[in-house]
Every structure is written in C-alpha cells, then in structure tokens.
C-alpha cells in the first residue's frame, strides 16, 4: 500500500510570507503541505514590522480586515526600543491624509502576533497540513 501524501502545493517556513501563500491557496481549493523547522513562533522581537497598502488588501482577501484594524499601529510618533528611560526611536513616519487603495500607505505590527493569526486562519481549512519540526523536506526532485 502507498502511503505518499500528495499536495498540489509544497511550501517550506510558516513565517508571514510562507503562512500568508497558504492560506491564500487554500482559499482557491489548493492541497498544501506547509512544513516549518520550529515548533513555536520565534517570540524574541520581530524581524518585520511594517506593512503597507498592498498588502493589506491582501490580508482582506483572507478575511483578516477586521484583525487589522484592531492590531496595526497607525503612524505618528514611530518605533522606539524598549531602552530606558525613553528608549531608541528606530524609525518616524508623519500620519499622512491620504490613502492608496482605500488603505493608509504603512502601518506597524508585531510579527510573533501576525504570525499566530496566520497560522490560526490557517486551520480553518481542512486541505493544509502542517508539518512543524521539519528541518529538512526533500532529498531528492520527484518527476
């Protein structure tokens, strides 16, 4: 008996980018394999914490608009480090009026909190499996 999974769609790392391409082909029916080295979501700092216009419509056609709204941080006084006493600002970005695609330009997140609920959103499909703990996926091409 052949017990090979067969997915339409492999994807190696559930970061933002590996979790937002597999829900996003889950959507469109896609069987997906998403395999990740870790067992939990790296939670020392972020690596990213901007994102802009483009990809918030994005993440409206993964049904996270509302989780948006709720988890950006909207531009004015910027970044700062958690230093004392005032901490280190990283970055400052002035509030602007207008908006491109009915989205503001760049906003801030946290990525550990981005990454959860991508991975959360992701179990609501019944045709992706993740495989965490898998450092290394293929050994060889398959024809």
């Known amino acids: ?32 394999a998403v395999f990740e080295r870790d067992f939990e979501i790296y939670n020392l700092g972020p690596r990213a914490i901007a994102i802009d216009a483009e990809a918030m419509i994005v993440f409206g056609m993964m049904g996270l608009d509302d989780w948006l709204d709720s988890h950006v941080v909207k531009p004015c006084i910027g970044v700062r480090t958690g230093v004392p006493p005032n901490g280190v600002t990283l970055l400052s970005v002035k509030p602007e009026r207008h908006s491109l695609y009915g989205h503001q330009r760049i906003a801030f997140f946290n990525q550990p909190c981005l990454e959860k609920t991508l991975r959360d959103n992701l179990e609501q499909y019944s045709n992706v499996k993740v495989y965490l703990g898998h450092e290394r996926i293929v050994e060889r091409i398959f024809e």
Do not use: C, E, R, W
């Open 1 to 32: 008996m052949n017990n090979i999974a067969k997915f339409d769609v492999i994807i190696s790392g559930l970061g933002p980018v590996g979790a937002v391409t597999a829900n996003l082909l889950a959507q469109y029916g896609l069987t997906v």
